[in-house]
């Protein structure tokens, strides 16, 4: 999971393998510490390294809204992400550290906001040999649809 925080992959493949392998409980404890270890390394080599990238990127007064912005919504905006599994994981470590997000602020939203996913994933691990032939065909059926409508939405978009 700390190598996830430097190289993108799905991690919730390895999520289920750590709950399949260890249980749901201890899957879930070493998925929790091993993304919390990666995205602290992240943060802090963002935190650390990542202003002179910052400088060339925004003027100074963007770079000062930013961090107004993080001090008015960066608690609600760092569980927000953390919560809602659409933007990426390594994404929020880096983004975190460049707006100014503080040390605790960042390590107790990250800390609580990736808890459900990390034990919704290592259960399903634990369950994945058990779960019905049935209860895959839903699942394979609604990837698939999820697939088509993006599809279909995305040329009629461009059309």
Request: hydrophobic share 55%; proline share 4%; aromatic share 12%.
């Amino acid at each position: 999971m700390v190598i996830h925080s430097f190289v993108p992959f799905p991690a919730e493949i390895l999520a289920c393998a750590n709950g399949l392998v260890y249980g749901p409980i201890l899957g879930a404890v070493i998925t929790w510490v091993g993304a919390m270890l990666g995205a602290v390394a992240a943060y802090g080599l963002a935190r650390r390294f990542g202003n002179p990238f910052v400088k060339r990127l925004l003027t100074s007064r963007q770079s000062d809204e930013l961090t107004r912005w993080a001090g008015r919504q960066g608690v609600g905006a760092m569980l927000m992400a953390r919560l809602l599994p659409i933007i990426a994981f390594n994404l929020i470590n880096y983004a975190a550290a460049l707006a100014g997000i503080g040390w605790w602020t960042f390590l107790w939203t990250t800390g609580l906001g990736i808890l459900p996913m990390t034990v919704l994933t290592a259960v399903f691990g634990d369950r994945v040999l058990t779960v019905s032939p049935w209860i895959w065909t839903a699942v394979g059926a609604a990837v698939l649809m999820a697939a088509w409508v993006t599809h279909v939405a995305r040329r009629r978009r461009n059309a």
